[in-house]
C-alpha cells in the first residue's frame, strides 16, 4: 500500500457519500457564482471536474487548511488550470480561503485569478497557464518526495483534451521508467475541449490502452458517482509499484441542464436569465 497508516489522521474518514454530495453541490453554486459574477471564466470543466475534486480534498489529500505551505503537504496539480473555478470553491469548502474570497475571482489583484496562481492563492501548488505542462510538474513533486525519503503523495488532473499535448506522452514515459509509485493522475474525461467535441477535434481513441503502454496502472469509473469516485481514490492510494490513473467519465457542465455536455460552455459565462436557472437547479432558493 502506498502511505502509512498516519495519513488517515488528514482525511475525514466519518464524512458520507451523502455529506460528499452535499459539498459538491454548494461548490457548484459556488462555481457559477463566480463565473456569473465575472462574467467570464469557464465553468463546464469546473462542474465536471467538483465531485473528484470534493471526494479528493475530503477523504484523501493530506494537507492542512490552517498551514497551506506544509513542507510535508501531498501536492495537488490543477493541470487544467483554467477550471480554476472547481478549485477556488473546494479551496473555500476546505478553509484554505474563505467564501467571501470567490469574490475576487478574475479581478485586478484578486487572489482568484482566472488560471490558478501559487503566488497569489492559498493551497494552490502549481501556477498554471500553457495546456500540458501539470505532469511533468507533479513528476518532479513526486521524484523530491522519494528524494525527501517522504510519503507526500502528488496528485495532477488533466483535461481530456489536453492529453493532446505531446509533452503529457513525454512525462508519462518518464514516470513510468521512474516507477513513480507516489504518483497519481486524474483524467477528467468530460469529451470536450475549448473548440468543440475531443472526437471532433482529434481523435484519441483508446485512451486507457494508450496509458497501460506506458506502464501506468489504470481504472476507469464514474466520476461523477461518489462511491466510484472513492473505490477511485482507494484504487491510486493501493499502487506503489508505478504511477496509477484514475480515468473519470465525466459530463462537460454536469449539475446545469442547458451547461449539460454542451461545448458553448466551455470558456462562457450565463446570463441573468440561466444564472436564475442554474441556481434553481442547483436547490437555490430564489
Known sequence: MKGHPSR?????????????????????????????????????????????????????LRVKPEEPDWSDRDRFVLSKGHASPGMYAILAEMGFISVDDLASYRVKGGICQGHVDM???????????????????????????RMDKSERQAYVMLGDGEIQEGSVWEAA????????????VILDRNRIQNDDFCEAQMRM?????KWRAFGWNVMEIDGHDMSSILEGLAFLASNNDGPSILIANTVKGKGVSYMEDNPSFHGAAPNDEQYALAMKELGVAA
Open 119 to 145: 503566488k497569489w492563492c492559498p493551497g494552490v501548488d502549481f501556477s498554471a497557464g500553457s495546456l500540458g505542462m501539470g505532469l511533468s510538474f507533479g513528476m518532479g513533486a513526486a521524484i523530491a518526495a
Open 8 to 60: 488517515q489522521s488528514f482525511g475525514d474518514g466519518l464524512t458520507t457519500i451523502e455529506e460528499l454530495e452535499e459539498t459538491a453541490r454548494r461548490c457548484r453554486v459556488h462555481i457559477v457564482n463566480m463565473v456569473h459574477r465575472a462574467q467570464a471564466g469557464h465553468p463546464g470543466g469546473s462542474l465536471s471536474e467538483i465531485d473528484l475534486l470534493t471526494a479528493l480534498y475530503k477523504t484523501q
Open 173 to 184: 514515459m518518464a514516470a513510468a521508467h521512474h516507477e513513480l509509485g507516489n504518483l497519481n
Open 205 to 209: 481513441f483508446d485512451i486507457p490502452a
